[in-house]
């Protein structure tokens, strides 16, 4: 048995012998006596020490991790902790920071009824939000009660955030460029004559006009019952099938669909500096046209993103030759893969490069509980808080043509 369950033993035991007295002497009807009053206020005094003890530890551990976090050290645990396998609501349930928390306020493997006005450690989960490998493991176990039915994705969001580029930012806002090139790459002469024209290279031109987005916030809590913090198949599976999920839902359609109000970004569908090719003769030959604009302007396309109907009826109308006839048809059109989604309005497909738009992490994910909300001290719930800090912004928007998929 270790210190601290030794700590929280006698903080129960302690509690448990002074209730046995005080409850004998009301079920007599009577007051206690000198030595009952002496024995409850030792035991009291004990239980205070213990607790007193476990709280000392949990706090120690804080300030070992925040220290970590300030030396740019990975944070020590007992148990081996295999990040990159870990879904997000597992990096937060095994931190040390949250088990720590869990141990100084349990009791027999137990959250308190009595424990009231607490807010767990935020802790801050890695870059884990913007990395998608694991993500179907959130119910990956026999055990995961309060949870019935998962909660469901967008399909093609996984692949669509896996196309943007990637970073980081230290910065509330972010300035960067819009670049637009104009290519005059030649053969040269040799040159003929010591003045004049001949021999001179041709000069290629490039623009750059000033940009700036704002770092927004996503956020949203859910409600859990305080036993949800003990229980960790149900905590891992509230993270990884609500909070997570829906960051990423929001995340994702902003990519696509924000408007630019503050403090949304632009997303590119509302760029105005991506144009859109005009329909001509069907939604497939429109796309192809707009695969060609892309290739002209300097640029490989990496991914066509249309809504699953548009797809559909592209997938329906176009004959094709297969050895089976339930076999699906590949997802790609002039070798370019096919994201199908209904984040993406329908009638218009989104042609592009994707890696030159830019999905930068402001912060790291970070989950918090507390029973600090509404009447939620009263009633025994707690908030369980998921937020992400970040931008999203393309300096080249030559790279993507929005295609018209409707004819007139």
Avoid: C
């Amino acid at each position: 048995m270790t210190v601290r369950d030794k700590d929280r033993e006698q903080f129960k035991t302690s509690l448990d012998a002074a209730k046995a007295i005080v409850e004998d002497a009301k079920a007599e009807d009577r007051d206690l006596t000198a030595d009952e009053r002496d024995e409850v206020d030792g035991l009291t005094a004990k239980a205070e020490q213990a607790k007193a003890r476990i709280e000392a530890d949990a706090k120690d551990d804080t300030l070992a991790l925040r220290l970590a976090a300030l030396l740019g050290e990975d944070a020590k645990s007992d148990e081996p902790d295999d990040v990159d396998a870990k879904t997000l609501g597992e990096a937060f349930a095994d931190s040390p920071a949250y088990k720590s928390w869990l141990a100084s306020v349990q009791i027999d493997g137990e959250v308190p009824a009595s424990l009231k006005n607490f807010r767990t450690p935020t802790v801050g989960v890695g870059r884990k939000f913007l990395n998608l490998a694991g993500v179907g493991s959130a119910f990956d176990s026999v055990d995961r009660r309060g949870v019935m039915v998962p909660e469901p994705w967008p399909r093609g969001m996984e692949a669509l955030l896996a196309l943007y580029s990637t970073g980081t930012t230290g910065s509330a806002v972010i300035n960067y460029a819009i670049e637009d090139w104009a290519d005059a790459a030649d053969f040269v002469a040799e040159a003929t004559a010591s003045s004049g024209a001949s021999g001179a290279k041709p000069e290629s031109t490039v623009t750059y006009t000033p940009a700036t987005v704002n770092v927004g916030t996503v956020a949203h809590w859910v409600a859990a019952t305080k036993n949800a913090l003990a229980d960790v198949g149900q905590l891992r599976a509230l993270i990884d099938n609500g909070l997570r999920k829906g960051l990423l839902r929001k995340v994702a359609n902003a990519t696509l669909n924000g408007d630019g109000a503050a403090p949304e970004w632009f997303g590119l569908n509302a760029l105005a500096a991506i144009t859109t090719q005009a329909y001509r003769v069907s939604p497939l030959a429109t796309i192809k046209d707009a695969l060609g604009t892309v290739e002209n302007a300097g640029y490989d396309a990496t991914a066509i993103v249309m809504n699953s109907a548009d797809w559909a009826a592209i997938d329906e109308a176009t004959p094709v030759v297969v050895t089976d006839p339930l076999q699906n048809r590949p997802r790609v059109i002039g070798g370019v893969q096919v994201i199908a989604t209904p984040l993406q309005p329908a009638g218009f497909a989104m042609v592009g490069d994707f890696k030159a738009a830019f999905l930068l992490d402001r912060e790291q994910a970070a989950i918090t509980a507390t029973d600090s909300h509404a009447d939620f001290f009263i009633r025994n719930l707690v908030a369980i808080l998921g937020e992400w800090r970040g931008a999203f912004f393309v300096p080249a928007p030559a790279a993507f043509k929005k295609a018209d998929l409707t004819s007139a």
